[in-house]
């Protein structure tokens, strides 16, 4: 099975700030991967997909880059609607697995 | 519009088997490319994909779930059945479903709310 593991847990950061978010996965995946945000009592989300499409509607302020096993979610300016928390995840195999998840709250 | 909605029991005893129903409006899962997954979410952790089934009929399984999962299309078009068999307190969570679409490479686009399942003896 393929594994995906996320860094930090945990970003504390401010209105403003540019939010890296990592996920690795545990063999190559090439760019079968998505980035979710999922804010409490809500489903998630989907941002970005195939590691670098920005999903209709979502905001340009978010990115995604990488391919193989190192992936990147960036926010360029977080806003205050963008405390969230925020899952990487590949597809295109019956692996699917999320990674574990990167909470972006308040400083 | 499209719109998922999850139903089912919100409680389930330990052994039994769970039985979900997502009911869907706004695509047709006859549509060549579509599927819709089941993915459940336990208190707290990351979501865990279940099963799949896509709009030729094709089925797909968590590897770590297989033995436990069913999916199927429903009676009605506008609907598909997920069922797990001898629930467990592990099991307790929020269950969604969710459709994707393969030709765009694009993975769970539109979710359901999720249904709140506990599993208790």
């Known amino acids: 099975d393929i594994q995906m593991t996320q860094s930090p847990s945990t970003v504390s950061a401010s209105v403003g700030d540019r939010v890296t978010i990592a996920c690795r996965a545990s063999?190559?995946?090439?760019?079968?991967l998505a980035w979710y945000q999922q804010k409490p009592g809500r489903a998630p989300k989907l941002l970005i997909y195939?590691?670098?499409t920005l999903e209709s509607g979502v905001p340009s302020r978010f990115s995604g880059s990488g391919s193989g096993t190192e992936f990147t979610l960036t926010i360029s300016t977080l806003q205050a609607d963008d405390f969230a928390t925020y899952y990487c995840?590949?597809?295109?195999?019956?692996?699917?697995?999320f990674g574990q998840g990167t909470k972006v709250d308040i400083k | 519009q499209i719109t998922l909605k999850e139903s089912g029991p919100t409680l389930v005893k330990t052994s039994e088997t769970l039985t979900l129903t997502c009911t869907f409006s706004?695509?047709?899962?006859?549509?060549?490319?579509?599927?819709v997954g089941w993915i459940r979410q336990p208190p707290g952790r990351a979501p865990e994909w279940l099963a799949s089934i896509y709009w030729d009929d094709d089925k797909r399984y968590s590897p770590s779930l297989r033995n436990r999962v069913t999916i199927t299309k429903g009676s009605s078009s506008d609907q598909v059945v997920f069922s797990m068999t001898n629930m467990a307190p592990a099991d307790t969570g929020t269950y969604y479903c969710?459709?994707?679409?393969?030709?765009?490479?694009?993975?769970?686009?539109?979710w359901g709310q999720g249904t709140r399942v506990t599993v208790s003896s």
């Open positions: 706004g695509f047709s899962l006859s549509t060549r490319g579509l599927s």
């Open positions: 995840q590949h597809y295109n195999t019956d692996s699917r697995a």
């Open positions: 969710a459709r994707a679409n393969t030709l765009e490479s694009r993975p769970w686009i539109d």
């Open positions: 195939k590691a670098s």
């Open positions: 063999q190559s995946i090439r760019d079968w």
